[in-house]
Every structure is written in structure tokens, then in C-alpha cells.
């Protein structure tokens, strides 16, 4: 029990963290329901109804009002974050929480002698998350990616949050690969000690098969998923505790936000979930004819596990390194193509895939070798519901025709409101945002070299992507309005894409060109 206690002290920390940032605890957020679609009118409904009695509140429910199976519930619940901690994993992780809190106490106390760091509560907290680990780090990338749930200053400061770690000995990740395959002997010809990449949860490390294929090893670190599944639990639990004391706190969904990034991130430690993703996208690309301009890499099922992925090495490079830009710059066309490829595979996979891509940042989109697009790590993946696919055809129905009054209408009809929204007003503070996306420039420079080949560098901005998903959220929320965070995921993707166009094929119209597919009114998915 003293583990315990340990460790809930620790899941404190996220639960008050997201108690006290989350947007979902903005009073206006406090009053979404299902109701969206009856609250927006127009501004002349709103006049019409000005003299109308106000609506009275429903009276605050009590930890007096909790029933017998509510704390049996609850009892249950605790019972079972207990058991997936484990007898070892309160005491060590209680430890490296003190290491953490001491570290970061000390980079931002003030010293004589030296001047302190402006004091930023965000950037304390994304220091302190880094320092704590990887269930910290990656909940640090879910604010990030969650700009319909958190405030403005959060989501800027957490898209610094870094997810590169020292890698493990090489003894260390060998011996998880044969724990789960075998002798390495039996199945590689040859495994590079030296890795590729290593973040929080993983290690990754080229290959090749006794069958002659190069391959890429993802290998999960030893001991991550025990300390992922408590950490996690345990805020979960938390935050149940809370909202059972609280009764009247069930209207912020709190314990919803904490099971929502519990099952985000749990569902990152099977690789075989990742694994069956980018088979479903391989199989999606030959379904519609497109493995000749698009792919995504070949799982080797035999050599993969919940821990080990064994996949296709992808020859390539990022869609937005120098040597690619150096490419476009010699040959405009191919920037175009490539580019107009990625984003009618993209666009298609929304309207015909369960799940679609949800981190298409130039490192997970490649231009490879052969000409195609390489799609990789389908780890985040975003999935859209009836409701919010049927708005979001509907908002790119009006976009193309820069109807903002029907963007407005779209916005309204997705997202959940119980106050009555101006729609003018609202179609008048979309015009003003798409005015400003149009304004910004992506920064280019170009060189040739001395051999006479081009060489291009370019700037694309994570931060400026947000801002303007920020922006747009502002604006809804401004209006009364509470958008699902699988919208913020599908716009933030589509940001990347209008960044890519900009740097890859900035003379081409998106709208009018007939090799760009959209998300019309007429799809059906």
C-alpha cells in the first residue's frame, strides 16, 4: 500500500496538471452537450429570442448523491491500477520522480550570481515531463497534439517536448530481440549495433534477413511498458477518485480526458497494433490501385512481435530534406507530383480507411528512390466518427467555394454547444483566420553548389502550424462552440499539407487543379 500511495502521489502531479490547463474546465466548455446542431442559428434568431426566460441550471450533484455500485466501481478500479504497478514499480518510479523534481527545482530556482530564466509555468512543466520520463513525455505529446483540449501557451510549449533519449547498450536491445525471436542468428544475416534513432519507448536499427531483405528492427525498451502501464493507471485512477469526490466534476469529463491518453498511448506499446495498421494501409493503397505511386513498408509478420517490429527498409529521404528541395528546384514538376501524391493517398485513406495517418510530419512522409511516396510509423492514428466525417465534407465543400457562412454551419453542425451561435459572426472570424493562413510564407533558401548542383534549405515552422490550428480553435470556442479532438488531429495534418505545398509546389491551385482530390460533399466513406 505504501507503493501505492507513492506512485498516486506522482499520478498527483499529470492529474492536477490537466486539472488545471485542460480547456475542458473553461466554464464555456463546462456547457457542451450533444446538442450543437439545435444552437446554431443565425443572428436573427438570436434577436428574436433575446426576450426568452433563461434556462435554470441543474442543481450541483454531491458526493452525498454517489451510490453503492458507483464506489464499488471505483474500488474496483483502484484494485486493478494496484495490480498492473507491481510490487517494484511504486518505489522505483517514486524514486526517479525526486530525482526529477530536484533536477528541475534547481534549473529554474534563481542563483546569486547568475540571472534566472524568465519563469514560464509551461516551460517548467514540459522540463519537468522530459525529466520524468516516458509516460510523461508522451503525455506531454498529447497536449501538444490536443489544441481542441488545451490552452494556447501549453500547446505551444509541450511541441518542444523531445523524445530523443540515450540509446541502450546494445547487449541490452539484443537481448530483448532474442527473448522474443530467437537466436538474432537464426533469422538476420546482420544487425547494425549503432541505431538509427532512439526515443522514450523504442530503438530503432537496420538490418537484413537471412532471406537478403534490408530491414528496419523497432525494438521496445526493457521495462517501458510496465512503467507506462502504471504511471497511467494510476492518473487514471486518480482522476476517478477526484470526480467521485467532486460528482459535479463528471460534467468536465476528467476521468474521460485521463482514459482517452491512457488509451492513446497504450495502444503505441503493441507493435503489433502498429504492425496490423500499416498492413491495413498497404492493403488500402492496393485496393485502389496506388502501390505505383505510394507505399508504406512490407511487415515481416514472423519477425514481429508486441515488442520487436521487423519491417521494410524504405529507400528515401524526408519529404523536406535539402537534397529534396534541391530536386524541386531543378525540377519543378516533380516537387508538384510528389507533393499532389501524397495528399490525394492522404485525402483518400480519410474518406475510405477506419483510421487515417495522424502524424504526417516531413520525417514520416519520404520521397523515395523509385519516385513514389513512402508513408511510415503508423503508431498515432486518428479515427473519425460519421458525424464529424459528414461536417468535415461539408466544411470542404464551403471552402472550396470560400463560403465561410457555410464553414461556419460545418463547424457548428461538429461541434457540441448548448448556447445559441451567431453564425455571421462566426463566418466573419473564419474569413479573418484563412485570410491570415493565406498570409504566411514559408521561409526558402537556395544555393548552387560548386559542382553546379542545386542544394535548398527550408524552414517549416512546427509551431507556426499550431498557431494557426490554435487560431482556429480559438475561434470556435469564441463562439460558443467545443470541437472534437479527432477534428484537431484531421486539421493539424492538413496544416502539414498546406505547409509541404507552399516549400514543394507554391504555384500550384489547390483548388481549381484537377489533380488535387478533396473531401467533397458527395464522398462517401
Known amino acids: 500500500m505504501k507503493a501505492m500511495r507513492l506512485r498516486i502521489s506522482l499520478a498527483a502531479l499529470a492529474l492536477a496538471f490537466l486539472l488545471a490547463v485542460s480547456s475542458s474546465f473553461v466554464p464555456r466548455a463546462m456547457k457542451s452537450s450533444s446538442r450543437g446542431v439545435d444552437s446554431c442559428v443565425s443572428s ?13 441550471r441543474r442543481p450541483k450533484k454531491t458526493l452525498q448523491d454517489r451510490t453503492q455500485q458507483e464506489a464499488a466501481s471505483l474500488v474496483q478500479d483502484i484494485i486493478q491500477a494496484a495490480v498492473d504497478a507491481g510490487p517494484r514499480a511504486g518505489p522505483a518510479r517514486t524514486f526517479q520522480a525526486y530525482l526529477a523534481f530536484t533536477d528541475t527545482f534547481r534549473e529554474f530556482l534563481p542563483r546569486p550570481g547568475r540571472s534566472p530564466e524568465d519563469f514560464s509555468l509551461p516551460k517548467v512543466l514540459r522540463t519537468l515531463f522530459e525529466k520524468l520520463g516516458a509516460t510523461y513525455i508522451k503525455l506531454g505529446q498529447f497536449i501538444a497534439s490536443s489544441p481542441t483540449l488545451f490552452p494556447k501557451e501549453y500547446v505551444l510549449e509541450f511541441q518542444k517536448c523531445l523524445d530523443k533519449t540515450d540509446p541502450l547498450e546494445w547487449s541490452v536491445i539484443k537481448r530483448v530481440i532474442e527473448q522474443e525471436l530467437g537466436p538474432i542468428t537464426k533469422s538476420f544475416a546482420f544487425v547494425d549495433p549503432k541505431p538509427l534513432a532512439s526515443a522514450s519507448i523504442a530503438q530503432v536499427h537496420t538490418a537484413k534477413l537471412k532471406t537478403g531483405e534490408d530491414v528496419v528492427i523497432k525494438v521496445q525498451k526493457p521495462g517501458i511498458d510496465a512503467s507506462l502501464k502504471a504511471d497511467l493507471g494510476f492518473i487514471y485512477v486518480a482522476s476517478r477518485v477526484l470526480e467521485f469526490l467532486q460528482p459535479d466534476w463528471e460534467r468536465t469529463s476528467l476521468s474521460g480526458i485521463a482514459g482517452d491518453i491512457r488509451s492513446s498511448m497504450l495502444e503505441e506499446l503493441d507493435f503489433e497494433k502498429e504492425a496490423r495498421n500499416t498492413e491495413e494501409f498497404r492493403r488500402f493503397l492496393a485496393q485502389n490501385q496506388l502501390l ?18 521487423t519491417m521494410e527498409r524504405l529507400e528515401g529521404i524526408s519529404m523536406l ?14 516537387g508538384q507530383q510528389a507533393i499532389i501524391t501524397a495528399l490525394n493517398v492522404w485525402t483518400t485513406s480519410v474518406m475510405k480507411m477506419p483510421f487515417f495517418h495522424a502524424d504526417v510530419h516531413g520525417g514520416n512522409l519520404l520521397l523515395l528512390n523509385d519516385g513514389r511516396v513512402g508513408f511510415i510509423d503508423f503508431g498515432i492514428v486518428g479515427r473519425v466518427s460519421d458525424k464529424t466525417f459528414q ?9 472550396s467555394l470560400a463560403d465561410y457562412r457555410g464553414m461556419a454551419q460545418a463547424l457548428c453542425n461538429m461541434g457540441a454547444t448548448d448556447e445559441t451561435v451567431d453564425i455571421d459572426k462566426f463566418a466573419r472570424d473564419i474569413e479573418g483566420v484563412m485570410n491570415r493562413m493565406a498570409n504566411v510564407q514559408t521561409d526558402i533558401s537556395v544555393a548552387q553548389l560548386n559542382d553546379g548542383s542545386m542544394a535548398g534549405q527550408v524552414s517549416l515552422d512546427e509551431n507556426e502550424i499550431t498557431s494557426l490550428l490554435l487560431e482556429m480553435v480559438d475561434v470556435t470556442e469564441d463562439n460558443g462552440l467545443k470541437l472534437p479532438r479527432e477534428f484537431g488531429l484531421l486539421v493539424k495534418q492538413s496544416l502539414y499539407f498546406d505547409r509541404y505545398l507552399k516549400i514543394l509546389a507554391p504555384e500550384l491551385d489547390v483548388v481549381n487543379d484537377s489533380r488535387v482530390n478533396g473531401l467533397g460533399v458527395e464522398t462517401v466513406k
Open 44 to 56: 436573427l434568431r438570436m434577436a428574436g429570442s433575446a426576450g426568452q426566460t433563461p434556462r435554470r
Open 292 to 309: 505505383n505511386v505510394a507505399t508504406a513498408p512490407k511487415v515481416f509478420r514472423e519477425f514481429t512481435t508486441k515488442k520487436v517490429f
Open 321 to 334: 530534406d535539402e537534397d529534396t528541395i534541391g530536386k524541386v528546384t531543378k525540377d519543378p514538376e516533380m
Open 391 to 399: 461536417a468535415v465534407n461539408e466544411l470542404s465543400t464551403a471552402l
